[in-house]
Nanobody, 122 residues
Framework: QVQLLESGGGLVQAGASLTLSCAAS????????VGWFRQAPGKEREFVSD????????EFADSVKGRFTMSRDNTQNTAYLQMNSLKLEDTAVYYC???????????????WGRGTQVTVSS
């Protein structure tokens, strides 16, 4: 079983940047795809980004493309989501997850963190 812990969320003004971290333990982290998802009040959980085990292939939702980027450090069992030019609509709980393949479908991910809150104010 892989345990995931997100950190780095907080309250920021629109236009600011935040970097979220996802620290893994209890499994072979470096064999997994890592994905980031978010869920805002009253909305379904939505895909944000994912990255392959070697970091060479990445995907981004259209809503964050050009503003967010993903990376990972397998020596530290940690993945990152760098968020720039944050907008009000980025406000959500952000979750990291791991799974076997690149996918925008949360059902294909095997293990999830508890989430970290990101709030963007005007």
């Amino acid at each position: 079983q892989v345990q995931l812990l997100e950190s780095g969320g907080g309250l920021v003004q629109a236009g600011a940047s935040l970097t979220l971290s996802c620290a893994a333990s209890g499994g072979t982290f470096n064999t997994y795809v890592v994905g980031w998802f978010r869920q805002a009040p009253g909305k379904e959980r939505e895909f944000v980004s994912d990255i392959t085990w070697n970091g060479l292939n990445r995907e981004f939702a259209d809503s964050v493309k050009g503003r967010f980027t993903m990376s990972r450090d397998n020596t530290q069992n940690t993945a990152y989501l760098q968020m720039n030019s944050l907008k009000l609509e980025d406000t959500a709980v952000y979750y990291c997850a791991v799974g076997p393949w690149l996918s925008r479908d949360p059902k294909l991910y095997d293990y999830w963190g508890r989430g970290t809150q990101v709030t963007v104010s005007s």
